[in-house]
T-cell receptor
């Protein structure tokens, strides 16, 4: 069964550093998403991406964040200058139009 | 309450019993989805129910949707220890590949 994959599974970085989180969505899906979950809190939407552009973003997704689909398979989330409060589990998801979203296993980001 | 709030926050039952979790939301939706999350792991999609549907089944899972009350319920019948996880409802406002809004989840513990 196809699945969403994410790398790395755990990323430790120092405050102020740039990080890139990588995702490979399910191959025939057209919509891609990033969510995050701070420990013990709700899953929060960050951004959705369709047809090579952002279709929706939340207030969390400020100028420090960017997304890219550099080739036909990868979908990345970049945080330019990490803050302590960016520590969270980051989930990538993908979906077909009007269908359920499939989530990857997540990348645990720890900012020290 | 916020969009997609689950009730109860925690539920402990014996193996074999049924577990019912409820979700309330505030805004209009196109569909509502239920997800399961094992501790520290990714989100697994369980069921999607559309706004024009009232009930849906999948194996031991039964989901209902009452759009007049803006509420949904997830029933797990004949629970097993392996059902121990957190369960989240997520609302999709317009079925166009946009953001899901997650609730805080119900932590279900099934004792053997």
């Amino acid at each position: 069964e196809p699945e969403v994959t994410q790398t790395p599974s755990h990323q430790v970085t120092q405050m102020g550093q740039e990080v890139i989180l990588r995702c490979v969505p399910i191959s025939n899906h057209l919509y891609f998403y990033w969510y995050r979950q701070i420990l013990g809190q709700k899953v929060e939407f960050l951004v959705s991406f369709y047809n090579n552009e952002i279709s929706e973003k939340s207030e969390i997704f400020d100028d420090q964040f960017s997304v890219e689909r550099p080739d036909g398979s990868n979908f990345t989330l970049k945080i330019r200058s990490t803050k302590l409060e960016d520590s969270a589990m980051y989930f990538c998801a993908s979906s077909a139009p009007g269908r359920e979203q499939y989530f990857g296993p997540g990348t645990r980001l720890t900012v020290t | 309450s916020q969009q997609g709030e689950e009730d109860p926050q925690a539920l402990s039952i014996q193996e074999g019993e049924n577990a019912t979790m409820n979700c309330s939301y505030k805004t209009s939706i196109n569909n509502l989805q239920w997800y399961r999350q094992n501790s520290g792991r990714g989100l697994v999609h369980l069921i999607l129910i559309r706004s024009n549907e009232r009930e849906k089944h999948s194996g031991r899972l039964r989901v209902t949707l009452d759009t007049s009350k803006k509420s949904s319920s997830l029933l797990i019948t004949a629970s097993r220890a392996a059902d121990t996880a957190s369960y989240f409802c997520a609302t999709d406002p317009n079925n166009a590949g946009n953001m899901l809004t997650f609730g805080g989840g119900t932590r279900l513990m099934v004792k053997p």
